[in-house]
């Protein structure tokens, strides 16, 4: 079975800290993503990555990076976290192609103070 | 880019009754799939149907790609189907990477 891990199940930050939440995954998939969800908005890509040190800005790129320097693993890096920034963040992965099926991480519920 | 539409957006059931829930998506899609998210937030791939029709115990789910949508059914519901219901559609980036476009859910109850 395909597990995606998230570092932290639950995170309370100060405004203006720095936030990293890194995901692992060990089914050797080349895409990764990062998703923000928010009630009654569904979820929204923040970026992806289709392969080490490639990156594609999602739908709501503001305030946040992402590093992959290996393959299993994927980092959200909030760079001064704000408070429209608490949220539920969730990753997931993907064989690289159309017709492959995503498999999710718990979940990281950030709240940030 | 895409608009994914879930619809009822909120539905509580009685055990044991039957559920239609529906997603219409704007454009052509390459991929779509169905998830559930339990009340502690883990998502399952529940299918991957970019067109016809899968069966899985006691869900169903129907793809009609000519008519941009998608149908989940739910029979016999049980409590533990309660949660949040998402479709997801994909298209091919201007990179050349499938990307997942989400719709906003519909959130189920189901009641002994």
């Known amino acids: 079975d395909v597990k995606v891990t998230q570092s932290s199940r639950y995170l309370v930050k100060r405004t203006g800290e720095k936030v990293f939440l890194e995901c692992v995954q060990d089914?050797?998939?080349?895409?990764m993503f990062w998703y923000r969800q928010d009630p009654g908005l569904g979820l929204r890509l923040i970026y992806f990555?289709?392969?080490?040190?490639?990156?594609e800005k999602g739908d709501i790129p503001e305030g946040y990076s992402v590093s992959r320097e290996k393959k299993e693993r994927f980092s959200l890096i909030l760079e001064s976290a704000s408070t429209n920034q608490t949220s539920m963040y969730l990753c997931?992965?993907?064989?690289?192609?159309?017709?492959?099926?995503?498999?999710f991480g718990p979940g990281t519920r950030l709240l940030v103070l | 880019g895409i608009q994914v539409e879930q619809s009822p957006p909120d539905l509580i059931l009685q055990e044991g009754a039957n559920s239609t829930l529906r997603c219409n998506f704007s454009?052509?899609?390459?991929?779509l799939q169905w998830f559930h998210q339990n009340p502690w937030g883990q998502l399952i791939n529940l299918f991957y149907?970019?067109?016809g029709t899968k069966q899985n115990g006691r869900l169903s789910a129907t793809t009609v790609a000519t008519e941009r949508y998608s149908l989940l059914y739910i029979s016999s519901s049980q409590t533990t189907d309660s949660g949040v219901y998402f479709c997801?559609?994909?298209?091919?980036?201007?990179?050349?990477?499938?990307?997942?476009?989400f719709g906003r859910g519909t959130s189920l109850i189901v009641h002994p």
């Open positions: 997931a992965s993907s064989l690289l192609g159309s017709r492959e099926t995503q498999y």
């Open positions: 089914m050797d998939h080349e895409n």
């Open positions: 990555s289709y392969d080490v040190k490639m990156k």
């Open positions: 454009d052509s899609v390459n991929n």
């Open positions: 149907i970019p067109s």
């Open positions: 997801a559609v994909g298209v091919i980036s201007s990179g050349g990477s499938y990307i997942p476009t």
